[in-house]
């Protein structure tokens, strides 16, 4: 019998990568998350919108800036796994696409990140550039 491996959830990606982040000599104090997923009566969504929710949004912004002068960092928090074409054409992942490609026409970094790993390298590359 095969044992399989559980891949992480994108929330428990996305809890590692604070862990990691809480701990840092420098950014620990400079991230916050944005909550932009889950299920919300019709109402609720209303009174978002109308509070300044957008769709696309990351995950993740620090708010610390980089070296080579990027104003700060968005990342968009996604399981470690192979996605499947239908996933990344969906709505919310083109909203996402879009906005990442929006703040670095203004002086942000923004990325997607698979795992909190790869968070954590995108993080430090940020950092040192």
């Not at 990442?100 to 990325?111: D, L, S, Y």
Request: proline letters at 6%; aromatic letters at 12%; one cysteine or more.
């Amino acid at each position: 019998m095969t044992k399989r491996i559980a891949i992480p959830t994108e929330n428990q990606e996305q809890r590692a990568l604070v862990k990691w982040l809480s701990l840092h000599p420098i950014l620990k104090d400079f991230y916050c998350k944005n909550n932009n997923e889950g299920k919300r009566t019709e109402g609720q969504t209303w009174n978002l919108k109308l509070m300044g929710l957008r769709p696309g949004v990351p995950d993740l912004f620090i708010y610390y800036p980089s070296p080579s002068g990027k104003h700060g960092l968005w990342l968009e928090m996604k399981r470690n796994m192979n996605y499947p074409p239908s996933a990344r054409n969906g709505d919310s992942w083109k909203l996402q696409a879009e906005f990442i490609e929006r703040v670095k026409t203004v002086g942000f970094e923004a990325a997607f990140c698979y795992g909190w790993e790869d968070g954590k390298r995108i993080i430090e590359a940020y950092l040192s550039a």
